[in-house]
Nanobody, 114 residues
Framework: QVQLVESGGGLVQPGGSLRLSCAPR????????MGWYRQAPGKQRELVAL???????SYQDSVKDRVTISRDDAKNTVYLQMNSLKPEDTDVYYC????????WGKGTPVTVSA
């Protein structure tokens, strides 16, 4: 059974940092493009960042100067380092694994508030 286990979300003050982690189970991690998405209530899920099997990255324009996605294939883990967080970054963040099949995590909430 495939599971994408996210961690690292929480409450942070504006200007603060968080690092999200996602450790998929049940897939050949190195064969998948990994991504982080976010979704607010009543809105569409949107891409934040993704990283391909060979390490190429792409980012949403609104976060690209503040966010870094990385992967450690030895640990089967993908990370999302978020800095200079803003209240508008408040969302539920979802891990995605895209390859032979597409898988989603259950999401980890991020709240940016004073």
């Amino acid at each position: 059974q495939v599971q994408l286990v996210e961690s690292g979300g929480g409450l942070v003050q504006p200007g603060g940092s968080l690092r999200l982690s996602c450790a998929p189970r049940g897939i050949m991690f190195s064969a998948y493009t990994m991504g982080w998405y976010r979704q607010a209530p009543g809105k569409q899920r949107e891409l934040v960042a993704l990283i391909t099997r060979d390490g190429s990255t792409s980012y949403q324009d609104s976060v690209k100067d503040r966010v870094t996605i990385s992967r450690d294939d030895a640990k089967n883990t993908v990370y999302l380092q978020m800095n200079s967080l803003k209240p508008e970054d408040t969302d539920v963040y979802y891990c995605n694994a895209n390859g032979r099949q597409n898988y989603w995590g259950k999401g980890t909430p991020v709240t940016v508030s004073a």
